[in-house]
């Protein structure tokens, strides 16, 4: 036919084009991962690979369940609600294996950090200016931080 | 924090987008303009811009082949671009860019540059000898039909590929307007205007691409400017570039009068870190001086040098002026806070992956390759005698 | 009370036991969890926060978080008297060693505000990425799938809240999972599990017995930046209108 003799380059460019459409859909379909939109536009694999992800905090819990005369000794003080790790540091690994040593928070630093009196601190939080209250004598010398408060019998 | 002056959210401290994504909208911008100087002859019958129809086409390949490579650098995962093509996200508009990119490159550039070539390719692949016949051969993909029905086929598709081409043209650059206009969280960026605002400096830039590359080209070949054809493109720039200046006003009027929670810190950013990038190189020396000048030509009469003169001025003004707006917009976003609190520095590293070295290396790539595409399909009839359109000096 | 060695023996053993418990495989193949069954989000309570920083350093310390980003952090306000367009900010290294010591202001308040990412029911991040590698799990928690992130810094352009950043050894983008790995199992935030005074709580939407409920009846909240209208789900309690 003499259209396709005339236009014979324009269907084989045409052809070039549909090959590599074609080649394209199959190295798509070998490459594309899985689990990709299992539940959305995303790989399903990646929630699982998220959420194993390692715990280095253990959860008050964890140590709840063999500190439990720890507990009740906080639990009747003003830490009531101090959670365990958010003084003595990620311990998940003393959780899974007790017979690793954590070691005891350094009380010089870890004190000072929430109860250092500052302006800034909502007001009736117990703040102390450190000098002035203790003239640098280490805080558990006379507070028990398990339950700090010196009149309900905290004292050391 | 050095280089911080007040808040900044902690995160936002150093830039994420450096130069190069400050590259590729230009990059993209001077090959879309350079089609829409192209399309001016095919579609718009603008016969005066002819000579610089083929240069057109090549300069927009040579720039659209350098494009991606500036993103390639930027990414943190280069390797894993690809998934672009994969799994594209809809709602994204960069999830765009690898489609928009390919059906750029491969049905409208490549095609409209075949199509018109296609006479001298065939001509070639049979005088030619080594390996360059056998690359003309295979861009013949086999066929050697010149006939006039071959021929008039071809100029018809290739009309109507320029003719879809101008909007696959909007839509390259465009898109990148929306990449940072539909960002909401950025009132530098977020506006309806911004993919206008691109597209229109885009079109400035590239048409004063070609005419640089025009006027360059003949001085180094030895041939006479045509000079119906540069006035015309001055023409057709200075249009281009008044809707660009008046949209990009309004942006800026419509800020200063509603100004709202951002205004104050933007305001501060363009007083301050921003004044040498956006007052003096984008709007005074890079859109106003262009502006006067080629605006100047169409009112009073001045000789043939002059103008060429006036026009190579110009040109590299609108060049540098549209460089740096991109700057202003991409750097610009970056440098104060969202709590409007603050602003940080941009450090641009010397020879980093994003820094100074690459990006001047990227901007000169292209010329490389254009001497290379001139060479292997020349723009020009390759005999030296008199050229297409009579010498007018000074019309 | 001193652990002996006769302690540990008996102990040991019950230790694991609880500690395997708690490590309960993937939530999508859990029996213990459904993702269909939660709807995460966060409460922070403003005038329960005292600065100490707790928060940013325990999240560093679970998740790896490189030094100079953050995956949460807290920023400090001053406000002088009705001059709430005008706040005076800081955030020293994220908060994370807490704050230097200020005197009261006759004029002008200070208080203490914890960010984080808010993970949003409509957030603006996950709807710009490219490649899918961003999203909202079905539990409502917005996540960065790491092995599929092109590391192109879009998402971290289109948060309003400046949470997101580009992790500078992995490069790719990197932000606040709400601990999915410890949420899944049982377990609170490590920023919440540390917080001293209880200012950051985690709360499940769908669990009709969550405290957040009552909570939110009686208390007036607010979220960060709501023009944006971003679905944000950390809700603060008290939040001052002079924050950013």
Redesign the interface.
Request: proline fraction near 7%.
């Given at each position: 036919m003499?259209i396709f003799?005339?236009?014979?380059?324009?269907f084989?460019?045409a052809g070039?084009?549909l090959a590599g459409t074609l080649i394209?859909l199959v190295v798509?379909a070998g490459?594309?991962?899985q689990s990709?939109g299992q539940?959305?536009?995303?790989?399903?694999a990646?929630?699982?690979?998220?959420?194993?992800?390692?715990?280095?905090?253990?959860?008050?819990?964890?140590c709840e369940?063999?500190?439990s005369?720890?507990a009740q000794t906080k639990a009747g003080g003003m830490?009531a609600?101090?959670?365990c790790?958010?003084?003595h540091?990620?311990l998940a690994k003393h959780?899974?294996d007790?017979?690793i040593d954590p070691g005891k928070p350094d009380v010089a630093t870890l004190c000072v950090?929430?109860h250092?009196?500052?302006?800034?601190?909502?007001k009736g939080?117990p703040q102390v200016d450190a000098e002035q209250h203790s003239g640098g004598v280490a805080c558990n010398t006379c507070h028990q931080p398990h339950n700090p408060a010196i009149a309900a019998g905290g004292a050391r | 924090m050095p280089g911080v002056e007040g808040f900044m959210y902690p995160n936002e401290v150093s830039l994420y987008w450096s130069v190069l994504i400050v590259l590729y909208p230009y990059v993209t911008g001077l090959v879309a303009g350079a089609f829409i100087l192209a399309s001016l002859v095919r579609v718009f019958r603008v016969e005066a811009v002819a000579p610089t129809y083929r240069l057109a086409l090549l300069t927009a390949l040579a720039f659209l082949l350098v494009a991606p490579l500036p993103l390639q650098l930027h990414l943190g995962h280069p390797e894993r671009s690809f998934e672009m093509y994969l799994t594209p996200h809809r709602t994204s508009a960069m999830a765009m860019f690898g489609f928009v990119y390919l059906w750029y490159l491969m049905a409208v550039l490549t095609v409209e540059i075949w199509l018109d070539y296609r006479a001298d390719i065939v001509a070639l692949s049979q005088t030619t000898r080594g390996w360059r016949r056998l690359l003309y051969r295979i861009l013949t993909l086999g066929s050697t039909n010149v006939s006039e029905r071959a021929l008039h086929i071809d100029e018809r598709v290739g009309w109507f590929i320029t003719l879809i081409g101008i909007p696959s043209a909007f839509l390259l650059h465009g898109y990148v307007g929306f990449i940072f206009g539909s960002i909401k969280a950025n009132p530098w960026w977020s506006s309806p205007l911004m993919p206008v605002v691109f597209i229109f400096s885009a079109m400035v830039s590239g048409i004063a691409a070609v005419m640089l590359l025009y006027m360059a080209l003949m001085r180094l070949r030895g041939q006479p400017i045509d000079m119906r054809c540069v006035d015309t493109i001055a023409q057709y720039m200075l249009y281009i570039f008044t809707i660009d200046f008046s949209l990009e006003m309004l942006d800026l009027v419509h800020r200063i009068y509603e100004a709202d929670e951002s205004f104050r810190s933007l305001d501060f950013m363009v007083h301050t870190k921003l004044w040498f990038s956006q007052v003096v190189l984008q709007i005074c020396l890079g859109t106003l001086v262009p502006i006067l000048l080629v605006g100047l030509v169409q009112v009073t009469k001045l000789s043939a040098p002059l103008r060429r003169r006036m026009y190579a001025v110009s040109g590299s003004l609108a060049l540098i002026g549209i460089f740096a707006m991109r700057w202003n917009v991409v750097i610009g976003g970056q440098l104060f806070s969202k709590s409007f609190l603050g602003y940080t520095t941009y450090k641009m590293g010397l020879a980093t992956r994003e820094g100074l070295l690459v990006s001047i290396g990227f901007t000169i790539l292209p010329l490389f390759i254009l001497a290379v595409l001139v060479k292997l399909l020349p723009p020009w009839p390759q005999e030296q005698h008199a050229p297409r359109h009579a010498v007018v000096a000074g019309d | 009370m001193k652990i002996t060695r006769r302690h540990l023996i008996l102990l040991l053993p019950a230790a694991a036991v609880a500690w395997e418990s708690i490590l309960a495989g993937t939530p999508e193949a859990s029996p213990n969890y459904a993702m269909t069954d939660h709807w995460w989000s966060m409460l922070i309570d403003i005038p329960k926060c005292i600065g100490c920083g707790n928060c940013v350093r325990a999240c560093q310390a679970e998740n790896d978080v490189p030094d100079g980003f953050f995956r949460t952090w807290v920023e400090r306000y001053h406000v002088e008297d009705w001059n709430l367009a005008n706040p005076q900010v800081i955030s020293p290294d994220g908060g994370k060693e807490g704050f230097p010591s200020v005197a009261e202001d006759p004029n002008g308040k200070y208080f203490f505000v914890p960010k984080l990412c808010n993970h949003c029911a409509d957030s603006p991040c996950t709807q710009v990425c490219p490649v899918g590698a961003t999203f909202v799990t079905t539990d409502g928690v917005v996540v960065v799938d790491q092995k599929y992130c092109l590391g192109c810094a879009y998402c971290v352009q289109a948060c309003p809240y400046g949470c997101r950043y580009i992790h500078p050894e992995k490069r790719v983008a990197d932000k606040c999972t709400l601990c999915y790995h410890r949420i899944t199992k049982g377990l609170t935030t490590a920023c919440c599990e540390a917080c001293p005074t209880g200012a950051r709580q985690l709360a499940d939407l769908k669990n009709p017995k969550d405290p957040i409920h009552a909570f939110l009846k009686n208390h007036s909240v607010q979220v960060l930046k709501p023009q944006m209208a971003t679905g944000a789900k950390v809700f603060y309690n008290d939040l001052d209108g002079s924050v950013r």
């Open positions: 003499s003799r005339d236009a014979e380059h324009l084989r460019l070039v084009y394209f798509r490459v594309i991962p990709f539940y959305g536009h995303y790989r399903g990646a929630i699982g690979e998220i959420a194993a992800r390692p715990l280095h905090f253990a959860g008050h819990q964890s369940s063999c500190h005369d720890v830490h609600h101090v959670n790790e958010a003084c540091g990620p959780a899974a007790p017979s950090r929430c250092t009196a500052s302006a800034a601190r909502p939080f | - | -």
